[in-house]
């Protein structure tokens, strides 16, 4: 069952043109289910974000409310000498 998606808006659109930035999303699905996942914000505009994460090796996106997405930090990578 997918989770509850908003319509998608039709103007005031920022779409990521670099990485997308990482976060933690609140989905809600439509038997009143809730869960955390990560993902990253695709696009968003003032209220709205377009979500990506991955579920059961498959790519899914959303439109959710701003307020269930919050920022998440990526763990740098440290290269070992041999690369």
């Known amino acids: 069952m997918p989770p509850i998606s908003l319509p998608g808006p039709t ?3 920022t779409e990521t043109t670099d990485k997308a930035p990482p976060i933690w999303i609140d989905l809600v699905y439509a038997d009143g289910q809730k869960q955390t996942v990560r993902g990253f914000a695709m696009a968003w505009t003032n209220s709205m ?4 994460w ?3 090796s498959v790519a899914r996106e ?11 930090q ?8 041999d690369g």
């Open 62 to 72: 959303v439109w959710v409310d701003a307020g269930v997405v919050k920022r998440r």
């Open 74 to 81: 990526l763990e740098e990578r440290k290269r070992n000498r």
């Open 49 to 52: 974000v377009r979500v990506q």
């Open 54 to 56: 991955v579920e059961y």
């Open 11 to 13: 103007s005031g659109i």
